[in-house]
């Protein structure tokens, strides 16, 4: 039924992805805290950027940044429900950027994070 | 029409091309120092054992050997390639074995979440025709349903877009491709001869391929279609033929549909798919290979790893499984066509897959296949030594097979 009526139903079927966009400046990206507020999950797409980042709140309150790009060819990931995927060969990851599904045998690239003055600064590496 | 397919087609060529000429900026440069290699290599080939209870006979073959090499000029603009030797021989003089190029294509990143390819590409249809690593699917072979149905592995020339929404996990893709060849079509075959696969593709008819994709929670469902011209000769040659010319001339239509849900262990794949050949009796008067004007097949698989609560090294899995697989490769036959029953068949597919790592498989499967009578009426040259057909048989499976 989600499917049937449009992706303006869709965003309120419970999957919607939270998305943050931004820019890059001196190898940095800036998220503020507040954008946790109701969900602990951000998909931040930085400007110019050939890829999407994964940004999770942790049950400690920590953050995890992880590039969405796959480790077997490099293709871009999509968000789903459960974790991540790539659409050129299949490779699938999880939350926390394992692999999954094969043909990718590395876990998903991770970018330092830390938070001053309630922003999350992913360090770019 | 043809003005405006040509032009859109003069458009994406020239886009490509502008585009590809644009600077690098500082976040290009940024961007490109992410990757640690610009080259990679992967791969993939499988093996198997297939004893035949009809024939009363075994092989063994190293059905597919495939190397991937993908180079990356910048994160904007890679090449693909996969190379593929089938039957592990290509011998002068002998029957057997072909080497080609599964794919080969430019693909142009316009954003994280936009990309263009152009070149050999193998459009989204069905779910093995884009992802055919063999550690991926059970069973030592690809279901008979994308193998025949959907001519899997179809490749094409032509451009596709790829994109996905960010605010929702859904997915799209279009494109545009060589038609096929309806004087390739042969009979029990389905589409399979008419392709051109990349070789000296005749571009009188253009094909147009669209699919959607949407992911919720442990589901991912999938349509997707297929619409272009076959005729696939000049429009002298179409008139001299009795079939129709022009850019969808002498059309063949596929749609598709299917989901996958995998949790707990339990993994299920459902897909169905139909095929629309409106002009069958025309193709028939020009070429007598007896084309059909609908075929259809769908299949049910369900599979539990019974590791997937047993802590293992490597995440050992051990998958096992049962499909049923149901196509009809000529559900409507014209007037100037005939029925073979043969061609409806009912094929039922058990056994396990061991992955000791998620890249690498052993398979162990057999196929119980069940189809209608032959009929006796196409047998023209009947051979003298051949077994009696048999409407029940069975084909037991062993093999390895590997990703990288």
Known sequence: MCLAIGTGMLASCGSAVPLYKTSIANNRISVPVSTFAQTDFQLISPEKFAYNIGLRKENDGTYTALLLRCTHHDNQLITTGNGYRCTLHGSQFNKEGQVTNGPAERSLKKYPTQVVDNQIIIQIT | MLKTFTLSL????IAVAAYAQQPLSAEDSLTRNLSSSATTVGGYGNAFYQNNSHLQSAKVNLERGVIFIGHKFNDKISVFSELELEDAKLASGESGGEISFEQLYLKFNLNANQYLVAGLYTPRIGIINENHLPNTFNGNERNYVETLI??????ELGVGFYGNLTSVPLTYSVGLVNGLDAGGFAHGTGLRGGQFEGRNASANNLAVTAAVQYFYKDFKFQVSGY???AAAVSKRKADSLGLNSGIFGTPVAVGEADVQWAADGFQVRAL???VSIPDAEK?????????PKTEYGAYLEVGYDLLSHVKTQHNQQLVVFVRDEKFNLNAEIPNSGVTDGALNQNHVVAGFTYLPIRNVAVKADVRFIHTGDQN???IVNPNPVA???QTDYNLVNLGVAFSF
């Open chain 2, 10 to 13: 003069l458009f994406s060529v």
């Open chain 2, 150 to 155: 959907i001519p899997a592995t179809w490749r």
């Open chain 2, 227 to 229: 619409y272009g011209g």
């Open chain 2, 272 to 274: 169905g798919t139909a």
């Open chain 2, 283 to 291: 193709i028939n008067h020009a070429y007598a290979n007896n084309t």
């Open chain 2, 376 to 378: 006796a009426a196409l």
């Open chain 2, 387 to 389: 077994l009696p057909y």
